[in-house]
């Protein structure tokens, strides 16, 4: 069983920072990869950042680049998201997915809200 727990999520203004962090249950070395989506309303979820555990790979959305960061903690068993510059457009719930053994899990998601 995987169990995702994000959080960090909140209310900023536009240019403003937060950090997400999304806890897994057992080591994440366990998994292929994590990712971070989201979705705003009325629009399809949408991939925003991956890293690949056993090499330390990563990538992300054209529209994020630059600006969020994905690392992890292996001690800790968590990823995180590190955003920085934010825009109103950034606007939306944040969800945290692993790929283990051919399966995908999901958190809950986090929601995050910008302000202009």
């Known amino acids: 069983q995987v169990q995702l727990v994000e959080s960090g999520g909140g209310l900023v203004q536009a240019g403003g920072s937060l950090r997400l962090s999304c806890a897994a249950s057992g080591t994440i070395f366990r998994f292929n990869a994590m990712g971070w989506y989201r979705q705003a309303p009325g629009k399809q979820r949408e991939l925003v950042a991956t890293l690949f555990t056993l090499g330390g790979n990563t990538n992300y959305a054209d529209s994020v680049k630059g600006r969020f960061t994905i690392s992890r903690d292996n001690a800790k068993n968590t990823v995180y998201l590190q955003m920085n510059s934010l825009k109103p457009e950034d606007t939306a719930i944040y969800y945290c997915?692993?790929?283990?053994?051919?399966?995908?899990?999901w958190g809950q998601g986090t929601q995050v809200t910008v302000s202009s």
């Open positions: 997915n692993a790929d283990f053994v051919g399966r995908v899990y």
